[in-house]
């Protein structure tokens, strides 16, 4: 149980381009989703959390209009890299959270690589 | 301000052996601990976690972790190491105690290198 599918696994596209990452709790309800950007060995650095329903809270230095979150329905939060750049390139990674319990654990997608060239 | 160290970069086992990967926290209030353990290229999986009660608590694959509070630590621990447990490993702890948003605090993360 507990199953986050993340897609594109890879991606690879031009400079300018815009490209959307879809994360989907597969058998639960997701009521918040976290999005993270990890860099090579390196530790993940939480982008912005979304609620079902509602806008996303993003963190500190992270820009909302280059990073668009969605979160419309409690199965589904997407991530668009709006014209994206080279500096943008880097393993990006959803979880989801079910319950509204602080104590239950975020379950994780497997991860997308973009690279822009 | 909630934060999680693990202090070491690498650990390298033999196999067979016991292992133990660190990790200590500080936060207010009572700490709600993590382990994931992330394979190349993927996504983190949900190993253990801490919430309340006994203080040694088991996981997935035979790993157990045990919470120490006067030591504000989280150790990870697994009596006899596999080749196929190399892999990164992240201690988190949950922050913004009170709030909506359930963030968690990572750690740097370990590598554990497993020698067969």
């Known amino acids: 149980g507990a199953v986050v599918s993340q897609h594109p696994s890879w991606v690879i596209c031009k400079s300018g381009t815009s490209v959307k990452i879809e994360c989907r709790s597969l058998?639960?309800?997701?009521?918040?989703m976290f999005w993270y950007r990890q860099f090579p060995k390196q530790s993940l650095m939480l982008m912005a959390t979304?609620?079902?329903?509602?806008?996303?809270?993003?963190e500190q230095g992270v820009e909302k209009d280059k990073f668009l979150i969605n979160h419309a329905s409690l199965t589904l939060s997407t991530l668009t890299v709006t014209s994206a750049h080279p500096e943008d390139s880097s393993f990006y990674i959803c979880?989801?959270?079910?319950?509204?319990?602080?104590?239950?654990?975020?379950?994780f997608g497997d991860g997308t690589r973009l690279s822009i060239l | 301000a909630q934060s999680v160290a693990q202090p070491e970069d690498q650990v390298n086992v033999a196999e067979g052996n016991p292992l133990t990967v660190k990790c200590t926290y500080s936060?207010?209030?009572?700490?709600?601990l993590f382990w994931y353990v992330q394979y190349p290229n993927r996504g983190l999986q949900f190993l253990l976690k801490?919430?309340?009660?006994?203080?040694l608590v088991k996981g997935s694959y035979g790993f157990e972790a045990e919470f120490n509070k006067s030591q504000t630590s989280f150790h990870l621990k697994k009596p006899s190491a596999l080749v196929s447990d190399s892999a990164l490993y992240f201690c988190?702890?949950?922050?913004?105690?009170?709030?909506?948003?359930?963030?968690?605090?990572f750690g740097t993360g370990t590598l554990l290198a497993v020698q067969p």
């Open positions: 979304s609620n079902e329903g509602s806008k996303a809270t993003y």
């Open positions: 936060v207010s209030g009572n700490p709600y």
């Open positions: 979880s989801a959270k079910g319950g509204r319990g602080s104590n239950q654990p975020q379950h």
């Open positions: 058998d639960f309800q997701a009521t918040t």
């Open positions: 988190a702890v949950r922050g913004d105690y009170g709030g909506a948003t359930n963030k968690l605090i």
């Open positions: 801490y919430i309340t009660g006994d203080n």
